[in-house]
């Protein structure tokens, strides 16, 4: 079982270039959600989505972009890279808002 | 103040040993629990729920005081593997499930 896939899982860009991160999950599940992890943190969550083709802001929306076209995909983009945006970034999922959420492998992004 | 903390640790630990963690949270509406562990530059998985009743599963124990709005995690025996952070994760139901996780608390277990 898959469960829930990011890719890329590494990636370095240059200040200003941009990118899309895609999280991929084969559970069914309606919730999806993008965080983002900097040394010695926790988990912020950038953007959510309750469904296909609804998104919403987290605590740290800023820079970021998202897109739920399909319910099984959920894609975070960064339009114009800085590098206030290096960090790791996770993917979750749940089946509903008391379950468990499962995340997926996490991306690390450096932007220098 | 943030809404989840957590003792920042780190704790260092011998084998055997039984290590606690402790979690406080600000928002009287959170409605569901869990502690996750995550590995260095894993990604987090979730150890175990937590009930009012409180709950066991083998050498973890977790405990839920809504009175007092915090949580507890304690492991018995320490193994070597437990070594890891452990992560407070509160939700509310009416915020879609976002979870507000907790900083962690970092665990080192030594032989």
């Excluded at chain 1, 991160?21 to 959510?48: K, S, T």
């Excluded at chain 2, 979690?23 to 409605?31: E, G, P, R």
Aim: with cysteine.
């Amino acid at each position: 079982n898959a469960g829930v896939t990011q890719t890329p899982k590494f990636r370095v860009l240059k200040t200003g270039q941009s990118m899309t991160l895609l999280c991929a999950q084969d559970m069914n599940h309606e919730y999806m959600y993008w965080y983002r992890q900097d040394p010695g943190m926790g988990l912020r969550l950038i953007h959510y989505s309750v469904g296909e083709g609804t998104t919403a802001k987290g605590e740290v929306p800023d820079g970021y972009n998202v897109s739920r076209l399909k319910k099984q995909n959920f894609l975070l983009g960064l339009e114009s890279a800085a590098p206030s945006q290096t960090s790791v970034y996770f993917c979750a999922s749940r089946k509903q808002t008391d379950t468990e959420a499962f995340f997926g492998q996490g991306t690390r992004l450096t932007v220098v | 103040r943030k809404e989840v903390e957590q003792d920042p640790g780190p704790f260092n630990v011998p084998e055997g040993a039984t290590v606690a963690f402790n979690c406080t949270y600000s928002n009287s509406a959170s409605q569901s629990f869990f502690w996750y562990r995550q590995d260095c530059r894993k990604e987090p998985k979730l150890l175990m729920s937590v009930y009012s009743s409180g709950n066991e599963d083998g050498r973890f124990t977790a405990q839920l005081n809504r009175a007092s709005q915090y949580i507890s995690l304690l492991i018995r025996d320490s193994k070597l593997s437990d070594s890891a952070t452990y992560l407070c994760v509160v939700n509310r139901y009416t915020n879609a499930g976002k979870s507000t996780f907790g900083d962690g608390t970092t665990l080192t277990v030594k032989p």
